[in-house]
C-alpha cells in the first residue's frame, strides 16, 4: 500500500475507532436509546469522516512536501477508512439488546486497534506489546470517560427530556 492511502487508512481506522467507541458508549449510557446510539454512528461515519479526512488534507498541504496526489489519496483513504469501519458498528446495534451491543462494539474496536497497533509495531520495529498497550490504554481511558460522561448526563438532565 502506498504510504498516502496508509497513512489516511491509518488515521481513519484509529479516529473511526476512538471516535465512534466514546460516543456509543457515552450515548448509550446517558440514553439507553437504540436510536440515538444509530444516529450517533450514523452522524460520526459521515460528518466526522469528512471533518477528520479534511484536516489531513489540509494538513498534508500545510508541510508541503506533498504531491496533490499524494494529499489527495491521504484524503481519501482517510474519509473511506473512517465512513466504513464507523458503520460496522451499526451491525451489533441492529442485532443484539443494546447493552450486549456496546460490549460487542468495544471488543470489536480494541480488537481492531490491537492489529493496528501490532502491524505499525512491527513495520517500525517497535515492541508490539509496548505500542499495542499504549494504544488500548488510551481508548480504554477514552471509553471509561464517556461512560462517566453518559451517566453524568442521565443523572443531572434525565428527567428534562
Known sequence: MKLSYLK???????????????????LQAGTQSRLAVIG??????IADAFSD????????????QYTDKEIWESTIGTFSAKFIFAMTFLI?????????????SIAWGLAW????????????????????GEHLAIAVIV????????DWILATFGGIA
Open 113 to 132: 486497534l490491537g492489529l493496528i497497533s501490532y502491524w505499525m509495531a512491527i513495520d517500525q520495529r517497535k515492541p508490539a506489546l509496548h505500542v499495542i
Open 53 to 64: 479526512s479534511l484536516g489531513i488534507h489540509i494538513s498534508e498541504e500545510s508541510a508541503n
Open 92 to 104: 451489533p446495534i441492529f442485532f443484539l439488546e443494546l447493552s450486549e451491543a456496546i460490549w460487542v
Open 143 to 150: 471509553i471509561f470517560i464517556t461512560h462517566f460522561v453518559g
Open 8 to 26: 489516511g487508512v491509518s488515521f481513519g481506522l484509529t479516529s473511526g475507532i476512538i471516535t465512534t467507541l466514546g460516543m456509543i458508549v457515552g
Open 40 to 45: 450517533g454512528v450514523l452522524t460520526i461515519a
